[in-house]
């Protein structure tokens, strides 16, 4: 379906799977399941967080950023993916399309950002332990976590517009979000800036960030094999084992959207990748962090209880408080 370049803010339509009804259905129960978890397994960190006092510390501040942030990146695409996948109806207006593609890319770039402030967290509290509590002061963290929102935010205004701008010949998008490669996709005309503008953001938003969240686990890993203490080996690998499962499970698909070439296999691909790190991901990371986390499975057990501390009463070695 075809329309003139001039008429490129009219409705889009989204296509998706539509050429798999049957798959369609299936995949409409299974997303609106994760979704539910997703809601329910991130407000419940950020409620603990923000309520049991024995989580009052950086670690747990950004956590519960990266969980308000799961939030509201599956919140700006699901309901509008669950539409799709139910009815026959699958179009959009451009101004639709437009906010959706502004906050998906701010809220994608902040998690990167977020991801690297969290292993610098961790490089600190384990490699640095003496100086954690005046490094990760809570006014530096609240800036650090500014500062991931901000980057996110300075992202999406740069490369939002110039995606848009793009003369869109066909509104027959393939593929299940609005996603800057999909959009660049649907254009006839030159899109060679569009294509490096999209690199350049992902080397400094994916590739740099990777580089240095693994140089800090390199690090982390030098320091805790020097700890004589087998249990202070087992605590330092457990709370930095779950930052590097989940940093694992996000880059490892976000890079299979974004840094590989845009053709249509890796469209038809794209799809599934794409289902994986706004469906899936944002539902584990809520079962990574808990399933071994001794202190967010007892501040659990204390909301349930609906009873609380007033005070820290044991001072964690690694995460030290924040308040």
């Known amino acids: ?130 100086q954690y509590t005046t490094t990760m002061h809570p006014r530096v963290c609240l800036k650090l976590a500014t500062l991931a929102w901000g980057t996110g935010l300075v992202q999406s205004l740069v490369q939002s517009p110039a995606t848009l701008q793009l003369p869109f010949c066909s509104r027959i998008i393939d593929d299940i979000l609005y ?59 457990g709370t930095c084992t779950s930052h590097l499962l989940v940093v694992s499970l996000f880059y490892d698909t976000v890079t299979g959207v974004y840094l590989q070439p845009q053709n249509h296999c890796a469209l038809e691909q794209g799809k599934f990748v794409t289902l994986f790190y706004t469906v899936v991901t944002p539902t584990i990371n809520p079962f990574i962090y808990t399933q071994r986390n001794k202190e967010v499975k007892g501040a659990l057990r204390r909301l349930g209880r609906r009873t609380g501390f007033p005070r820290i009463t044991k001072k964690d070695d690694i995460c030290l408080p924040i308040a």
């Open 179 to 237: 996603e800057v490669p999909a959009l660049i996709h649907l254009s006839n005309t030159d899109t060679t800036y569009n294509e490096t503008q999209m690199s350049i953001a992902s080397i400094f938003l994916l590739v740099v960030p990777l580089i240095i969240i693994l140089s800090s686990y390199g690090a982390i890993m030098h320091a805790v094999l020097r700890i004589k203490s087998n249990s202070g080996q087992k605590k330092a690998f």
């Open 1 to 130: 379906m075809i329309i003139s370049c001039n008429e490129s803010h009219n409705d889009f339509i989204l296509q998706g799977f539509s050429d798999k009804p049957y798959l369609e259905k299936v995949l409409f129960w299974i997303i609106l399941f994760f979704y539910c978890l997703t809601l329910a397994g991130n407000m419940v960190i950020v409620l603990v967080s923000m309520k049991d006092p024995k989580l009052h510390s950086p670690m747990y501040f950004f956590l519960s950023n990266l969980s308000l942030l799961d939030l509201c990146f599956t919140s700006s695409c699901v309901p509008q993916m669950l539409v799709n996948l139910w009815g026959p109806e699958k179009t959009i207006s451009y101004i639709g399309c437009a906010i959706q593609l502004y906050v998906f890319l701010w809220l994608g770039a902040t998690e990167c950002a977020l991801l690297v402030i969290m292993a610098m967290d961790r490089y600190v509290a384990v490699c640095h332990p003496l």
